[in-house]
């Protein structure tokens, strides 16, 4: 167990950021000043440890059909997002995922990975008996992705990779999740490229495997050419949801979604907000463009960097507000920032945990730290996170279970 007693000092640290002049709608000094006169006024003592949860773990540790995903966000399915919700039941989303057997610690033949799957947990503990995991073609020699990309700008290989999700009581209890379309461009761990964005929305009638969805292209993407025809950084949308209202359990709602993207290589932080009810409509979302919330997208200014592209924000028992992430992306150490809002400012980096002991080759990185605030108990933070490899299909040969979640559990004092 690690133990930490640490001073919090809401120091906004994008100093050389916004000097530098990086990123869209960057508002300079003026910008700056506004963001750390918000971050000052508040210093405060935070106590916590940090431990491994195993049994959260283990709850995704499996010898035969689903038995390996990265994604892994949560959607408790009565919109309740706050610790301790109790949620009947709860939806998870996945990524790429495998599907197979293993048998003596081997990958047997016939194994299959799709590019994204579901499951459903029933209650909130981590009891394997009341977890199930979904694919199309429940067989498992032919298992088919669950969310297939089917909008005017999909292109013939495009696939999803998932987003952060959430049900919006607004809209007749509706799941949204975000789709990152995204086409193959060359082989090798990281030869992909993500090419667009869409919105999925899920009727709450609406069972697993879901075989009915409605899908519709977003324009929160950004190209890596921009409206000037030139070399612009990428990004995206969905990286991370907060819905900020009180049908969600949120001790200081303000009616809104909180929805972050990330840009760049250098990983930046952006926000964005709508009201619930108007989530479908595009020309009603706002973007923090470092002063005020602007309706043009292009203008949004990064809140913080060196994020991951899966993360989440979380309500702390002193009503702060939890940046949870990989450290710089794909970083050894799962790390928070804390915020006096659900847009920040956010203050500096503190490291959680050291994921090395789950980096049993040097070929294994972990990535995409995120909490699960309804599957935590009262003052506490469920955190999870990924583990791949640069030469993954080498390496789960010899080692089936090594692309699954680990999970943490911080407690606050």
Not at 161 to 171: S, T
Request: include cysteine; hydrophobic fraction near 40%.
């Amino acid at each position: 167990m690690l133990r930490y007693r640490s001073f919090l000092f809401y120091t906004f640290l994008l100093l050389s950021l916004f000097a530098r002049g990086q990123g869209p709608g960057t508002k300079s000094a003026e910008a700056l000043a506004h963001a750390q006169n918000k971050a000052n006024k508040a210093v405060k003592q935070l106590k916590f440890t940090v431990e491994e949860a195993p049994e959260w773990s283990a709850l995704f540790t499996r010898n035969s059909g689903w038995f390996g995903g990265d994604g892994i966000f949560s959607i408790p399915l009565n919109g309740v997002e706050a610790n301790g919700s109790e949620s009947p039941k709860t939806l998870f989303i996945f990524s790429d995922s495998m599907i197979g057997e293993i048998k003596d610690g081997k990958l047997q033949p016939g194994s299959k990975m799709i590019h994204n799957s579901t499951a459903l947990l029933k209650g909130t503990e981590p009891l394997k008996d009341q977890m199930t995991f979904y694919w199309k073609n429940m067989v498992q020699d032919n298992a088919e992705t669950v969310f297939v990309p089917k909008t005017p700008q999909t292109g013939p290989t495009d696939y999803y990779w998932l987003g952060d999700g959430f049900v919006n009581h607004a809209l007749n209890n509706s799941i949204f999740i975000f789709g990152y379309r995204v086409k193959q461009v060359s082989d090798g761990t990281f030869g992909f490229e993500e090419v667009g964005n869409t919105l999925i929305k899920i009727d709450a009638k609406e069972d697993q495997p879901y075989s009915v969805y409605q899908q519709k292209d977003s324009p929160f993407y950004f190209s890596k050419i921009g409206a000037n025809g030139k070399a612009a950084e990428m990004g995206s949308f969905g990286a991370g949801i907060f819905v900020n209202t009180s049908k969600a359990g949120a001790p200081k709602g303000d009616k809104y979604v909180y929805i972050y993207g990330v840009r760049g290589k250098a990983k930046k932080l952006l926000v964005a907000r709508v009201l619930p009810k108007d989530f479908e409509d595009y020309t009603k979302w706002m973007f923090w463009d470092g002063l005020k919330w602007n309706p043009d997208m292009q203008q949004a200014a990064p809140v913080t960097e060196g994020v991951s592209n899966e993360l989440s924000v979380s309500v702390l028992p002193d009503n702060s507000y939890a940046l949870v992430f990989q450290e710089g992306g794909m970083g050894r150490h799962i790390a928070m920032r804390i915020g006096k809002s659900p847009a920040g400012p956010f203050g500096p980096p503190i490291r959680l945990w050291d994921c090395t002991a789950a980096l049993t080759k040097k070929s294994y990185f972990p990535y995409n730290a995120k909490a699960h605030p309804s599957l935590s108990k009262k003052g506490e933070l469920l955190i999870s996170y990924n583990i791949n490899s640069f030469d993954f299909f080498k390496d789960l040969a010899v080692d089936p279970q090594l692309y699954r979640p680990r999970f943490i559990r911080v407690k606050f004092e």
